[in-house]
């Protein structure tokens, strides 16, 4: 490929700043987890032959069935993890995911001295600190620009062009599957049936739970609290909210709103307490938050001085989250170092203070109204509208409160005290009004 | 503020890093050119207190007007250049802007080894290479994240993020005066007022040629497409389309076509060579571009591997813009170093081609269709729709005809044919229609 000999011929920097950080290039790389990512790197190492990079080793189990005709010949093909830790790899290439045993050999990796790229955002937001230190310490670099927003890079731009702004709050998409759903749904489909086309595309698992039930945005959300709000959190602090009882109606009542509904993670700080939660919320249609469709990420963060920046693109997937490990390993190539956040460990003590959508299913029978209404007001909660739409049935019949922005624990014990009201068929679905 | 030391106090790497290459901290900062922006650094650098970061010079011509109380008493004053370059300080923060004298400065800054930090696209549009091998060859650094969309990281994401990715396209909006332009026309009001507007709010110059020409933004696509498509251009190439001839019946026309305009500043990379524009464009509603108000930036980078990626936010303001110098500073005290992306000089060869929208106004007598799809056909142009709208005078009549995608130079010749008919009271107006 000539075109390609002339770019690296006439980028001579790189190489000179290689040496002065004692790096040997080519880096040799060994690829954990040859699945849909592992593949997506190895092609775009074998097409696009980055500067300074070369693949070496590839890990997986029963790694026979994963052998590809497109891969060089020198690649050392392994099932034997212990063994390719213990190689002249200079990096390994973490996407098997889990907290084990990928956290024992991310470990083992970065005591010898190696450096690792991953896209484990369970590891990394559970571990993160640690193995930073751990990596510093023996001399190696941890990079993850690829466990959050897998394509979008949003860590980049934390760590170097918003490192001179103090993020104040994010709000953020950072679950493709749960988007995919939502979204189908805002355009009319059935909750049971959007999921059964995403586990048939690959975009959600056999059990959907760690999507839907927001933990793997939850996740996320605590890795992007520490670069942006410097912050580091336990992520099971962060309660998440199921996407699973929102319904068709409420996308209808979302719609009167001029609303529609995502699944949100979002975060602040103020005089130094936190916030976070992760659930579906009511978003403005003119927000971007509602533009986003499909198995597109979003991420607006709010500087004090810079004001909101919004990062869109494709969150997950074979090839853009391979875009983000090569280009941590570009980044390891040619000596580049972060600007390093700090942090300080913080506990999730604040409340949001929204207006809250709230959407009871009942039998109908006179008094329900006020019952409801004196069980809110008893919590000094206003009432903003009470929306009640024809044509359902009167044995299950849905309706719809609004409230002014309250704190969520008083809005909850309400709730507690409507909840125990026989007319209820299910308890009242809760969302936060993004404004 | 004992919130801010802790936050210092927990990060020990960056000190570690810093004395890895050498760098003393913290790092001497003389600022040159004490506007806007330059005072907008000096307050983030003075109440954030970013670690490792010291002002100690300000340059300005006639500084006693310039003069604040809340910057440090140790903090030089200067309206000598010379005196300030021959100082210690380690790096100089360049916001006078234009070709001279802050090339003169800046080049005098690298010849010392001093590291440059820059807002001034015009000068890296030009002489960026240039400079950045000025400052390898004597061990110093350029950085110049603010001269391009000043509050979005898109400098740091191209440079870190997607760069192992292989930027093909890209679409942008970089001129927030042109954007705060067109957005309000969109509203329903008239050029000339909404400028008055934009020069009363300090977004737009007195001669506002710079920005409403399309100059500004080509600079700034200059400095995108070396990063992004990795080519090196002459800025002059790049022939910009002035906004002013746009007006209301445009909006009228483009609303009608599920469309609004904005200023873009466009290019590609196919086969080695390159197109590349700047002008007022008809942009789909639903596209990201159309969301885009007031003063916002938005870049567009569609990637091989990755697909669209979507950057948006403030893209000029005091605070935005040294939000991004600071981030370069941070960048240079922690040692941090991007990812050389190597970049070859290419001539802009290439046409896009794309569908046109093209506003005639006549004197309205038989035969006007019929000879201009005469003379677009000669150049086998095929029409796509021919528009009038009621409710104008015959003797001012605007029409437009759409037609569908074909080269530029083809529909130039068809139009300078046609710019002959006696009945046009004005040149077409044509614009590149986004899909």
Known sequence: MPADNALIASSNLSANEAKDSRIQLPLRIAIFGFGTVGSSVARILVDSKPEGL??????????ARKRVDWVPSDVTWSEDAEAVLASDADVIVELAGGLDPAGGWL??????????VTANKKLIAYQGVELERLAAARGGHLKYGAAVAGGIPVIPGLEQGLAGDRIERM???????????????????????????????????????????????????AILMR????????????????????SAVDFSYARDLSCTIRQIARAEERDGTVAATVGPMLVDQRSPLAWSRGTENMVIL????????VFSGHGAGGHPTAVAVVSDLLALAHGSRRVEIPSVPARIAAEFE????IRFLVVDRPG??????????????NIRAIMQKPGYPQDALPFVITVEPCKSSALK??????????????SPLDLQMLE
Chains 1, 2 share one sequence.
């Open 171 to 221: 709000e953020a998409i950072l679950n493709g599957t749960c988007n995919f759903i939502l979204s189908k749904m805002e355009g009319g489909a059935e909750y049971a049936a959007v999921l059964a086309t995403a586990q048939a595309n690959g975009y959600a698992e056999a059990d959907p739970t760690e999507d839907v039930g927001g933990f793997d945005a939850r996740a996320k959300l």
């Open 354 to 357: 929204v207006p809250h959508y």
């Open 302 to 309: 709010t500087g004090r001085y810079g004001g909101d920046v």
């Open 413 to 426: 014990r309400a709730l507690a005290n409507i909840a125990k009201m026989d007319c209820l068929l299910e």
């Open 368 to 381: 329900i109204v006020s019952e409801i209404t004196g069980a809110l007001a008893r919590e000094r909660i």
């Open 54 to 63: 070369k693949l070496t080793h590839v890990f997986n189990r029963n790694v």
């Open 227 to 246: 670069l942006a709000l410097r912050v580091v959190v336990d992520p099971e602090e962060i309660i998440p909210q199921s996407i699973t009882p929102v």
């Open 107 to 116: 470990r083992r990796a970065l005591e010898a001295g190696k450096s690792v």
